[in-house]
């Protein structure tokens, strides 16, 4: 039983590229989301899918978008990289709003 | 929105003594109180959470309080041994959206 899926694990990029994080879970669950973590800061949420065919926005959505491809997989597009989205991503999923969250282990994106 | 503020950001602590992290909250409406532990390279595993209608839960060492008049909540470890190292990060959630503390590193020095 895998859990939370994230590929890739690293990325390099250079400033303007455009890249799609993308996230799997294989536990049934209803709702995903997507955090940043920076150095010295908690998660902050990006966006989050609470069901299949549903998206909305987090603390921080500014730069990014996302997909709800179907009930096991939630990706994370960004159009236009920006060296102030060099971070740590991690993709979470839930049975609903109210339960656990698991989490993945995370994609490195450097961009230059 | 929610903002939770969490102390101390590092704590050193002996094998065999406790470790306590205490984390407040400003969103009377936040209703579950997850605590997280990570460690290096990894992402956030669950290691206890507490919902609003609950003041203390205990799991073997570890143990949660909740005070929602005074909104703040904290984490003690009991008996720490080397493996408690660790980044450990609270939350409070109102319905989907996770508001996470900035974190505290943990060292257990043998």
């Known amino acids: 039983n895998a859990g939370v899926t994230q590929t890739p694990k690293f990325q390099v990029l250079k400033t303007g590229q455009s890249m799609t994080l993308q996230c799997a879970q294989d536990?049934?669950?209803?709702?995903m989301y997507w955090y940043r973590q920076d150095p010295g800061m908690g998660l902050r949420l990006i966006y989050y899918?609470?069901?299949?065919?549903?998206?909305d926005k987090g603390e921080v959505p500014n730069g990014y978008n996302v997909s709800r491809l179907n009930k096991r997989e939630f990706s994370l597009r960004l159009e236009s990289a920006a060296p102030s989205q060099t971070s740590v991503y991690f993709c979470?999923?839930?049975?609903?709003?109210?339960?656990?969250?698991?989490f993945g282990d995370g994609t490195r994106l450097s961009i230059l | 929105g929610e903002n939770v503020e969490q102390h101390p950001s590092t704590l050193s602590v002996q094998e065999g003594d406790s470790a306590v992290i205490k984390c407040t909250y400003s969103?009377?409406?936040?209703?579950?109180f997850p605590w997280y532990k990570q460690e290096l390279g990894k992402g956030p595993q669950l290691i206890i959470d507490?919902?609003?209608?609950?003041g203390e839960k205990k799991d073997q060492r570890i143990a949660v309080t909740l005070n929602k008049t005074a909104k703040h909540f904290s984490l003690h470890i009991t008996e720490t041994q080397p493996e408690d190292s660790a980044v450990y990060f609270c939350?409070?959630?109102?319905?989907?959206?996770?508001?996470f503390g900035a974190g505290t590193t943990v060292t257990v020095r043998a």
């Open positions: 979470a999923s839930s049975e609903d709003g109210q339960g656990t969250q698991h």
């Open positions: 536990m049934n669950h209803n709702s």
């Open positions: 899918s609470a069901s299949e065919g549903t998206t």
């Open positions: 969103d009377s409406a936040s209703n579950y």
């Open positions: 507490i919902r609003s209608n609950v």
């Open positions: 939350a409070a959630s109102v319905d989907y959206k996770l508001s």
